[in-house]
C-alpha cells in the first residue's frame, strides 16, 4: 500500500451491501498468541450460557409442578435449583468479563508495539507525504475502539449469538407450533441489520477519519506553539481547529444516528414478534393444548432470542465501527518499506574502513520525477579522509547524505561502502557504521544521559560521559542541578542552539563509526557556540572518514579535499587554494562576506 492510498476514503463494498468485516480476520493472530487465555474465556462463554438457557426449564417445573395441592416442599427445591443455576451465571459471567478484558488490554498492547515497529521501519518517503497527528490517531483512537471491541463487544457478542442459537433450538424443543411462528419472524428482524451494516460502518470510517484530521492539525500546532503565538495566530488556529472537531463532531453524530435507528428498529421487530408468539401461546393454553408452565418456557425462551437479536444489532453497530478502525490499523500494517534489505544481503567487513564511492550516480525525488536532484555525480572519500561539500542552496549536498544513508536509492548510478554496493547491503547495517551530526539535531524529552545513549543504545553511563567529556557537553552539565539525568525538556527547549548541537555531537563520538557526516552543523550557532562546537569537531574527525556539507570558510580550509556541486553535478573538485586560484564558482563563493561559502 501506498502513502497516497493510506489517504484515499473506503470505497463502497462490492459485496451486495453486506458490512465487510474481513478487517477484523487480521486481528485473530493477535487473540491466539494466548490460547490458554482464549480457551478459558469461550469455557466461561459457553456455562455462563447453558446457565441462561438452564433457568426457564427451572421456572417451567415449578408453575407446573410446584403449585399443586400436593407439591408440598418441591416450589423450595425448584427455587434453590434456580439459585444455584443463578450462582453459576454470575460466577461464569464474571470469570468471562475478567478474561476476555484482559486479552483485550493484551491483544491492543501488542497491535499498538506492532504498528509502531512498521512505522519506525518505514522509509523517510513515506513521512514525506504521512502527518504525524494521522498516525497517532490511528496509534490511540482506532486501537482504543479495537480494545473497546476485543475486550466487551466481541464477548457480548458471541454470548449473544450462543443465547440465540441455545434458545431457538430450545424453543422449537419445547413448541414446534409457536416455533414456526417466530421462525416467520426472523427474516423481518435480520434484514434491517443488513441492510443498514453497510451505512453504519462507512460512517464509522468516515468519522473516524475526521477525528484524525482534528488530531493531526492539533499536533502540529502544538508542536509548533511559539511560531503560533509569534505570528499571533492563536484565534486563526482555535478556528481551524474548532472547525475540524466539529466535523468530526457531525461525523461521529451521523454513525451514531445510523446505530441508533438499526437499533431501535431491531429491537422493536424483535419484541414485536415476542408479543405475537406470546398471543397465539395463550390462545393454546385456553384451548388446553399447552399447560401455562410450557408457555412461560416457551416465552422465556422466545424473550432470550428476542434479547439476544437486540443486543446483536447494538453490538453489530459498534462492530461495524471497529470494523473501521482495523482497517485504518492493518493499512499501517501491509505498507511495505520502499527501502528494506534484500533476501540475501551482502555483508560488510567485519573491520569497516571507512571507504566511500559514488559511481554516476543521478537521483530525483519521486514527486519531482523530471527535475533531478543529483547528476552524474562520481567521487571517492578514502578512509580517515576529510571532504569539504560545498556549493549553492539546493545544488544536491544533503541528497548525498540523504542517498548514503540509503533513505531512497538513486535512479542511476551506484554508491559503495567499502566496496560493497549499498542496494545488495542490510542497510541498517550501513547506517551502523555511520554517525551523523545534523544542522538541526532531534532532542528528546528525555535526560541528557539518555540522549546521548541513542548514539549507541545500551552504552554504560561512563561511556556516555566520556563522550560527552569530547563533545564538550561536560561544559554546561556540571551546572545543571541533576547534571546527565537533568530532562531537556521536548524537543530541547531547556537547552541553547550550542548544546542541542553538543549532544547531537557527544550521540556521534559515543556511536565511533568510522564514517562521519556533517551537515552544516555549526551555520546556525553564534560565534562563541560555533567556536566550541568546531572544537568538538575537530576531536571526533580524527581517525574518521568525514563528509562535511560545509557553511564557513574556517571548516573548508580544514578539509583534504572539496568537492563543488552546482545544480546536481560535481563542477570543481580540489585544495582551497586551487580551486581559488581557478576564479570558478568556488572562488565567488569564498569570497562571500563573513566568511559564507554557500548561498543561503
Same mark, same amino acid.
Given at each position: 500500500?501506498?502513502?497516497?492510498?493510506?489517504?484515499?476514503?473506503?470505497?463502497?463494498?462490492?459485496?451486495?451491501?453486506?458490512?465487510?468485516?474481513?478487517?477484523?480476520?487480521?486481528?485473530?493472530?493477535?487473540?491466539?498468541?494466548?490460547?490458554?487465555?482464549?480457551?478459558?474465556?469461550?469455557?466461561?462463554?459457553?456455562?455462563?450460557?447453558?446457565?441462561?438457557?438452564?433457568?426457564?426449564?427451572?421456572?417451567?417445573?415449578?408453575?407446573?409442578?410446584?403449585?399443586?395441592?400436593?407439591?408440598?416442599?418441591?416450589?423450595?427445591?425448584?427455587?434453590?435449583? =434456580?439459585?444455584?443455576?443463578?450462582?453459576?451465571?454470575?460466577?461464569?459471567?464474571?470469570?468471562?468479563?475478567?478474561?476476555?478484558?484482559?486479552?483485550?488490554?493484551?491483544?491492543?498492547?501488542?497491535?499498538?508495539?506492532?504498528?509502531?515497529?512498521?512505522?519506525?521501519?518505514?522509509?523517510?518517503?513515506?513521512?514525506?507525504?504521512?502527518?504525524?497527528?494521522?498516525?497517532?490517531?490511528?496509534?490511540?483512537?482506532?486501537?482504543?475502539?479495537? $480494545?473497546?471491541?476485543?475486550?466487551?463487544?466481541?464477548?457480548?457478542?458471541?454470548?449473544?449469538?450462543?443465547?440465540?442459537?441455545?434458545?431457538?433450538?430450545?424453543?422449537?424443543?419445547?413448541?414446534?407450533?409457536?416455533?414456526?411462528?417466530?421462525?416467520?419472524?426472523?427474516?423481518?428482524?435480520?434484514?434491517?441489520?443488513?441492510?443498514?451494516?453497510?451505512?453504519?460502518?462507512?460512517?464509522?470510517?468516515?468519522?473516524?477519519? $475526521?477525528?484524525?484530521?482534528?488530531?493531526?492539525?492539533?499536533?502540529?500546532?502544538?508542536?509548533?506553539?511559539?511560531?503560533?503565538?509569534?505570528?499571533?495566530?492563536?484565534?486563526?488556529?482555535?478556528?481551524?481547529?474548532?472547525?475540524?472537531?466539529?466535523?468530526?463532531?457531525?461525523?461521529?453524530?451521523?454513525?451514531?444516528?445510523?446505530?441508533?435507528?438499526?437499533?431501535?428498529?431491531?429491537?422493536?421487530?424483535?419484541?414485536?414478534?415476542?408479543?405475537?408468539?406470546?398471543?397465539?401461546?395463550?390462545?393454546?393454553?385456553?384451548?388446553?393444548?399447552?399447560?401455562?408452565?410450557?408457555?412461560?418456557?416457551?416465552?422465556?425462551?422466545?424473550?432470550?432470542?428476542?434479547?439476544?437479536?437486540?443486543?446483536?444489532?447494538?453490538?453489530?453497530?459498534?462492530?461495524?465501527?471497529?470494523?473501521?478502525?482495523?482497517?485504518?490499523?492493518?493499512?499501517?500494517?501491509?505498507?511495505?518499506?520502499?527501502?528494506?534489505?534484500?533476501?540475501?544481503?551482502?555483508?560488510?567487513?567485519? $573491520?569497516?574502513?571507512?571507504?566511500?564511492?559514488?559511481?554516476?550516480?543521478?537521483?530525483?525525488?519521486?514527486?519531482?520525477?523530471?527535475?533531478?536532484?543529483?547528476?552524474?555525480?562520481?567521487?571517492?572519500?578514502?578512509?580517515?579522509?576529510?571532504?569539504?561539500?560545498?556549493?549553492?542552496?539546493?545544488?544536491?549536498?544533503?541528497?548525498?547524505?540523504?542517498?548514503?544513508?540509503?533513505?531512497?536509492?538513486?535512479?542511476?548510478?551506484?554508491?559503495?561502502?567499502?566496496?560493497?554496493?549499498?542496494?545488495?547491503?542490510?542497510?541498517?547495517?550501513?547506517? $551502523?557504521?555511520?554517525?551523523?551530526?545534523?544542522?538541526?539535531?532531534?532532542?528528546?524529552?528525555?535526560?541528557?544521559?539518555?540522549?546521548?545513549?541513542?548514539?549507541?543504545?545500551?552504552?554504560?553511563?561512563?561511556?556516555?560521559?566520556?563522550?560527552?567529556?569530547?563533545?564538550?557537553?561536560?561544559?554546561?552539565?556540571?551546572?545543571?542541578?541533576?547534571?546527565?539525568?537533568?530532562?531537556?525538556?521536548?524537543?530541547?527547549?531547556?537547552?541553547?542552539?550550542?548544546?542541542?548541537?553538543?549532544?547531537?555531537?557527544?550521540?556521534?563520538?559515543?556511536?565511533?563509526?568510522?564514517?562521519?557526516?556533517?551537515?552544516?552543523?555549526?551555520?546556525?550557532?553564534?560565534?562563541?557556540?560555533?567556536?566550541?562546537?568546531?572544537?568538538?569537531?575537530?576531536?571526533?574527525?580524527?581517525?574518521?572518514?568525514?563528509?562535511?556539507?560545509?557553511?564557513?570558510?574556517?571548516?573548508?580550509?580544514?578539509?583534504?579535499? =572539496?568537492?563543488?556541486?552546482?545544480?546536481?553535478?560535481?563542477?570543481?573538485?580540489?585544495?582551497?587554494?586551487?580551486?581559488?586560484?581557478?576564479?570558478?564558482?568556488?572562488?565567488?563563493?569564498?569570497?562571500?562576506?563573513?566568511?559564507?561559502?554557500?548561498?543561503?
Amino acid at each position: 500500500m501506498t502513502q497516497a492510498e493510506l489517504r484515499t476514503p473506503p470505497k463502497e463494498p462490492e459485496n451486495g451491501g453486506k458490512p465487510r468485516f474481513r478487517p477484523l480476520l487480521a486481528l485473530m493472530p493477535y487473540v491466539l498468541r494466548y490460547p490458554g487465555w482464549f480457551l478459558a474465556a469461550l469455557a466461561a462463554l459457553f456455562v455462563a450460557a447453558l446457565a441462561t438457557l438452564a433457568i426457564p426449564l427451572a421456572v417451567r417445573r415449578m408453575i407446573d409442578l410446584g403449585f399443586a395441592a400436593d407439591a408440598g416442599g418441591k416450589i423450595d427445591q425448584y427455587f434453590l435449583a =434456580i439459585l444455584g443455576v443463578v450462582s453459576v451465571l454470575a460466577l461464569a459471567s464474571a470469570a468471562r468479563y475478567f478474561l476476555v478484558t484482559t486479552i483485550g488490554e493484551r491483544v491492543v498492547a501488542d497491535l499498538r508495539s506492532a504498528v509502531f515497529a512498521r512505522i519506525v521501519s518505514l522509509d523517510t518517503g513515506f513521512f514525506d507525504s504521512a502527518r504525524a497527528g494521522e498516525i497517532s490517531s490511528r496509534l490511540t483512537a482506532d486501537t482504543v475502539q479495537i $480494545k473497546s471491541a476485543v475486550g466487551s463487544s466481541a464477548s457480548v457478542a458471541l454470548r449473544n449469538v450462543l443465547l440465540l442459537f441455545g434458545a431457538a433450538a430450545m424453543m422449537v424443543i419445547t413448541s414446534p407450533k409457536l416455533s414456526l411462528l417466530v421462525l416467520i419472524a426472523i427474516p423481518a428482524v435480520m434484514l434491517p441489520l443488513f441492510g443498514f451494516g453497510r451505512a453504519v460502518r462507512r460512517r464509522s470510517r468516515l468519522a473516524q477519519d $475526521k477525528l484524525a484530521d482534528a488530531t493531526a492539525f492539533a499536533v502540529e500546532a502544538i508542536s509548533a506553539v511559539r511560531t503560533v503565538q509569534a505570528m499571533t495566530a492563536e484565534e486563526t488556529a482555535r478556528a481551524r481547529f474548532g472547525a475540524a472537531v466539529e466535523e468530526a463532531f457531525v461525523a461521529a453524530r451521523d454513525a451514531t444516528r445510523s446505530r441508533s435507528f438499526l437499533t431501535a428498529i431491531a429491537i422493536f421487530l424483535a419484541f414485536a414478534s415476542v408479543g405475537l408468539v406470546l398471543w397465539s401461546g395463550a390462545q393454546s393454553v385456553l384451548a388446553g393444548q399447552m399447560s401455562p408452565g410450557t408457555l412461560g418456557q416457551f416465552v422465556l425462551y422466545a424473550v432470550f432470542a428476542a434479547g439476544a437479536l437486540g443486543a446483536l444489532a447494538e453490538v453489530g453497530g459498534e462492530i461495524s465501527q471497529t470494523a473501521g478502525a482495523a482497517e485504518r490499523i492493518v493499512e499501517l500494517l501491509h505498507i511495505e518499506p520502499a527501502i528494506k534489505a534484500p533476501a540475501l544481503p551482502l555483508a560488510l567487513p567485519e $573491520k569497516p574502513r571507512g571507504e566511500v564511492r559514488f559511481d554516476q550516480v543521478s537521483y530525483a525525488y519521486p514527486s519531482l520525477p523530471d527535475a533531478p536532484v543529483l547528476n552524474d555525480v562520481s567521487f571517492v572519500a578514502a578512509p580517515g579522509e576529510r571532504i569539504a561539500i560545498v556549493g549553492p542552496s539546493g545544488a544536491g549536498k544533503s541528497t548525498i547524505f540523504h542517498l548514503l544513508l540509503r533513505f531512497d536509492d538513486p535512479k542511476a548510478g551506484n554508491i559503495f561502502f567499502d566496496g560493497v554496493e549499498l542496494a545488495k547491503a542490510d542497510p541498517r547495517e550501513v547506517r $551502523k557504521n555511520i554517525a551523523l551530526v545534523p544542522q538541526e539535531p532531534a532532542i528528546f524529552a528525555a535526560s541528557i544521559a539518555d540522549n546521548i545513549r541513542y548514539g549507541k543504545p545500551g552504552a554504560s553511563d561512563e561511556a556516555v560521559r566520556r563522550a560527552a567529556e569530547t563533545a564538550l557537553v561536560d561544559e554546561f552539565v556540571r551546572n545543571l542541578p541533576d547534571g546527565y539525568a537533568t530532562p531537556v525538556g521536548e524537543r530541547g527547549v531547556t537547552l541553547s542552539g550550542g548544546q542541542r548541537q553538543r549532544l547531537a555531537i557527544a550521540r556521534a563520538v559515543l556511536r565511533d563509526a568510522p564514517v562521519l557526516l556533517l551537515d552544516e552543523a555549526t551555520s546556525a550557532l553564534d560565534a562563541e557556540s560555533e567556536a566550541l562546537v568546531q572544537q568538538a569537531l575537530e576531536r571526533i574527525m580524527e581517525g574518521r572518514t568525514s563528509l562535511v556539507i560545509a557553511h564557513r570558510l574556517a571548516t573548508v580550509l580544514s578539509a583534504d579535499r =572539496i568537492i563543488v556541486l552546482q545544480k546536481g553535478r560535481v563542477v570543481e573538485e580540489g585544495v582551497h587554494a586551487k580551486l581559488t586560484a581557478n576564479g570558478g564558482l568556488y572562488s565567488r563563493l569564498a569570497a562571500l562576506p563573513f566568511g559564507e561559502i554557500s548561498a543561503r
